[in-house]
Structure formats: structure tokens, C-alpha cells
């Protein structure tokens, strides 16, 4: 069975108490956090704050200790049933889960993490309704209005400005530039039919 990893190439990854069946935390593994947990004796997260590998109790000594490794239906989500040192939480709680929920949040309660590839996908599908609705005063609706060959000098230019800042140690300014570059490759995108999946795509093949 091919373990299915999300849009971010992480295992969402679920810790119970493998005594009392409470449910302890919920982190993310990548296949190298995953790799040393089953091959070790402690289970190892990825942290998606710091983007590492992460000991699980490597700070506060509060290890969790693999028993077994259980894979749902799908293979996309791990059960890790562990032997807890101490608190999973760093509250110092036993459990993550202590927030109960009783009534329907409202909207403005929910608070969104965005993460890179989202981002992406995100700003492609406004760029899409831009496309579409072509509304007055938008540089967006001014770049496809201008055609593909002025949207590709435009991606030409912000490489070369990219290309520049990285040459020249400008780390202050490089990522603003990554970011215009990107946004008109987007367009460059919508403008020339091509959806971003596919350029996903391109990229997991390169992973080979």
C-alpha cells in the first residue's frame, strides 16, 4: 500500500496512549520523520514552523514511545499508538485536546494558516476570476489585456531582477523580487491556458 502524502508532502499523524486509548496530539510526518520513528523506538514529527525534523520530548523530555504504527483506509493519515514519558502537550497538559467545542464558531473565529503551495494556489484562482471579469482599475486585467507577449517580457524582467538580487547578496529585497516573479508567471499561466496542477505536476516528476 502507497502511503499518501498531502499537498505539502506531509502524513497528518495522530498520537493516542496506546494504555488508556486517550487521544494525546496531532503533528505532521514527513518520510524521513517517519523513517526514524518505525526504524527507532520514539516517535519523530516534522515541524512545519521551523521546516526540520523534530524529536518529539527532545526539549522536555516527554518522549513518545512507538508501540505500533497504524495506517487508515486510505493511507493518508497514521495512528501512532505510544507509551507517553509525560505530557504530550506543551501546556503541560496530558492531551492537546482540551478546548471544547459546544456552539457553531462564527466567522470571524476562524483563523486561516496559509501555507506556500495554498498560496500559490490561492493567488492563481484570483488571477483566474480576473481573467474572467476583466473589472476596471486592476493591473492584473491591465496585463491581460496587454497579451501574452507583453505578460512574458514581464516574467523575463522580474527573473532577471531576481537573478540580479541573488547575485549581489541583496537577501533583504530577493524575496519581494521571487514573489513579483512568481505572480507573473502566474499570469503568464492563466494567460496562456495552462492550469497550475499541471505544472505541479512537472515538479513531482523532478523528484524522481
Aim: overall charge negative; proline content about 4%.
Amino acid at each position: 500500500m502507497n502511503i499518501k502524502l498531502n499537498e505539502q508532502g506531509l502524513l497528518p499523524a495522530i498520537a493516542q496512549d496506546a494504555n488508556t486509548g486517550q487521544v494525546l496530539m496531532m503533528g505532521y510526518m514527513n518520510p524521513g520523520s517517519l523513517k526514524r520513528t518505525i526504524e527507532g523506538i520514539q516517535v519523530w514529527f516534522y515541524s512545519r514552523s521551523r521546516e526540520d525534523l523534530w524529536h518529539k520530548g527532545e526539549m522536555s523530555g516527554n518522549y513518545l514511545n512507538l508501540k505500533e504504527a497504524w495506517l487508515d483506509c486510505d493511507a493518508d493519515t497514521i495512528l501512532l499508538k505510544v507509551d507517553p514519558d509525560g505530557p504530550a502537550c506543551h501546556t503541560g497538559d496530558v492531551s492537546c485536546f482540551t478546548n471544547k467545542l459546544e456552539v457553531v464558531p462564527e466567522e470571524e473565529e476562524y483563523e486561516k494558516t496559509e501555507t506556500g503551495p495554498s498560496v500559490l494556489g490561492e493567488l492563481f484562482a484570483l488571477i483566474k476570476d480576473r481573467q474572467e471579469e476583466m473589472p476596471e482599475g486592476s493591473y492584473t486585467t491591465s496585463l491581460f489585456s496587454d497579451g501574452v507577449p507583453r505578460i512574458a517580457q514581464k516574467v523575463v524582467e522580474e527573473a532577471g531582477e531576481t537573478g540580479i538580487a541573488a547575485a549581489i547578496n541583496d537577501t533583504e529585497n530577493l524575496p519581494g523580487e521571487i514573489a513579483d516573479m512568481l505572480y507573473h508567471t502566474l499570469v503568464l499561466l492563466a494567460a496562456s491556458g495552462v492550469q497550475l496542477e499541471e505544472v505541479y505536476e512537472k515538479l513531482r516528476e523532478r523528484r524522481k
